[in-house]
């Protein structure tokens, strides 16, 4: 599903736009805000995050070179995992944070909405004659979060996965769509019935 097949769908929805500083947007209403807190803190809401920067790194040495660059370990980062870590220039000062998961010779990187651009563009001046493929998928896909209690029920349900995430930032293996990167984004142990969002064990999808 490209960014701009969910941007209808939402708006079919009721979805209004909110302008951002960077130049993307994102829903800020959906016209019923108790509705809409009562779907993520009891059953379960999804949470567009289509404007995010979504770059897919490849090639022989792309992984020597994001351990270099960022400030987690990526060396042994196994097929199917997923880390957060942090870009920093050589003074210590923060680039951007970044989700990061990998499968099949490749690495997707969820960044902040102002580094799909400028992100690229930066680490292009440490790249040599290095083999590294970055590449802006931000327009080809769209991204969203599944948050609230019943997040992950209803994920295997409509995804029929074979499993459930069993680790933040762990993908999840879903033959029925092949294309989609789908992990959770929080211990999905947490107790379920709890109300804060940050322990609703989200899914955030990439399709």
Not at 97 to 111: I, K, M, N, S
Not at 152 to 175: G, K, R
């Amino acid at each position: 599903m490209t960014i701009h097949a969910l941007r209808d769908v939402l708006t079919e929805q009721g979805a209004q736009w909110d302008q951002h500083i960077d130049g993307a947007s994102a829903p800020c209403d959906y016209g019923d805000s108790t509705a809409e807190y009562a779907a993520v803190t009891q059953r379960a809401g999804l949470h567009y995050i289509g404007h995010w920067g979504r770059l897919l790194f490849g090639g022989v040495d792309y992984i020597d070179f994001l351990h270099r660059m960022t400030t987690n370990h990526f060396v042994n980062l196994q097929n199917g995992a997923g880390l957060q870590a942090v870009f920093t220039e050589n003074r210590g000062r923060i680039v951007d944070v970044g989700a990061f998961y990998r499968r099949d010779g490749h690495t997707l990187a969820v960044v902040s909405p102002a580094a799909r651009q400028s992100l690229p563009a930066w680490l292009d001046r440490f790249i040599f004659s290095e083999d590294i493929t970055i590449e802006d998928i931000g327009e080809a896909t769209s991204a969203f979060d599944i948050m609230g209690p019943e997040a992950l029920a209803l994920t295997s349900q409509v995804l029929n996965l074979p499993s459930e995430p069993s680790a933040p930032h762990q993908l999840v293996d879903c033959p029925s769509h092949p294309s989609v990167w789908l992990s959770a984004l929080a211990d999905p142990s947490a107790d379920r019935k709890s109300t804060r969002l940050n322990s609703q064990s989200p899914c955030n999808l990439v399709c």
